[in-house]
């Protein structure tokens, strides 16, 4: 008789489970319709593979399939303004890359302020290195700030673009390092490896992915790495704070993010959504293959490192007198 009873109560309370989930669901029913992720970038780089790599996981998740569309243009700002002008209501979030803190302090007149967007998740860190030919003789950092004080702007740095957040690594270096480079904008990051090899520039700043090779070869030499602590596979070599510029920063880091007045209960699903995909065990194993390291962050983790780049960022611009023509 017990044995029934208690039977009985589990049915009853299991299907109540089940009537009050479904309540639930039919009061919140989002998401509606596909989930679109919009790409600031073009097709075929890390921020577009992480995106798709993560997009069916999301989806499953969900119940509703993540649609990802590439939306280059305007460094990066064509994607944000189609996130600001789209409806809030959980189906349009975009992929945020280093440049999403830096665009609003180099561009005017854009048509949405940042206020508009609230970050999610930091999903990825992508470390860089601060690197030089090998023909040019330095093995620290010490040395090489040496060499360049020694011909005041007659050397030279590339980066892949005014704006980005190797060519802020690189105004940052000169500020705290005291040394006169020139910089040098390029269109394509294998540009800047190919002159770097052949010493037509004395520095960069470059993600692992692109010189890990050639650093393994000897042919470019790693002076400090742009991260918190060392990599196991480069166990040489300091990082910016082990060589004295703590200030240092310029990492390429991915997120996502959406509009600010989004429903709360909406960003948590989607924040808890992309943050357990990107951690699940052979996506970190593909993402580190090509140099990204997995961080998941909170929401409220990222805002908090952003505020503090965009303050690092107010400062360099401001002594660099860095402007977007």
């Known amino acids: 008789m017990v044995d029934r009873l208690t039977r009985r109560t589990l049915l009853a309370a299991a299907g109540a489970s089940v009537v009050a989930t479904s309540r639930a669901q039919a009061a919140d029913p989002w998401p509606t319709k596909p989930i679109r992720v919009l790409m600031p970038f073009g097709a075929g780089g890390s921020m577009d ?10 989806s ?3 119940g509703k399939q993540v649609v990802v569309e590439n939306r280059p243009g305007a460094t990066g700002t064509v994607a944000m303004a189609a996130v600001a002008s789209a409806p809030a209501d959980g189906h349009t979030l975009m992929f945020t890359g280093s440049s999403y803190p830096i665009v609003s302090l180099l561009m005017r007149n854009l048509p949405f302020t940042m206020d ?52 802020m690594g690189g105004e940052l270096f000169k500020m ?12 394509a990051t294998p540009a800047i490896v190919a002159d770097l090899l052949e010493a037509r520039l004395q520095m960069s700043v470059l993600g692992v992915a692109d010189v890990r090779q050639y650093i393994l070869s000897g042919q470019i030499r790693g002076l400090a790495l742009s991260h918190t602590e060392r990599m196991p596979e480069f166990p040489d070599l300091p990082t910016f704070a082990e060589a004295g510029y703590p200030n240092v920063r310029a990492s390429n880091d991915f997120g996502i993010a959406i509009r ?14 992309y943050r357990t995909a990107v951690r699940r065990p052979e996506i970190v194993k ?16 990222f805002s908090r490192v952003l505020a503090e780049d965009t303050a690092r960022y ?8 860095i402007k977007l023509e």
């Open 314 to 321: 107010v400062e360099v611009i401001r002594v660099a007198n």
């Open 260 to 273: 600010a007045d989004t429903p709360a209960p909406i960003r948590a699903r989607l924040e808890e959504a």
């Open 176 to 187: 705290y390092a005291g040394v006169d480079l020139t910089h040098v904008p390029y269109k």
């Open 286 to 301: 593909r993402l580190t293959d090509i140099g990204l390291i997995v961080v998941g962050t909170s929401s409220a983790e």
């Open 116 to 167: 508009a967007f609230t970050p999610l998740s930091r999903l990825t860190i992508g470390p860089t290195i601060l690197c030089v030919p090998s023909q040019l003789g330095v093995k620290t950092v010490a040395e090489f700030v040496t060499a360049a004080k020694a011909q005041p702007g007659k050397w030279s740095y590339g980066s892949s673009g005014i704006g980005t957040s190797v060519h």
């Open 60 to 62: 499953e998740q969900r």
């Open 49 to 58: 593979v992480l995106s798709r790599l993560l997009a069916p996981m999301v």
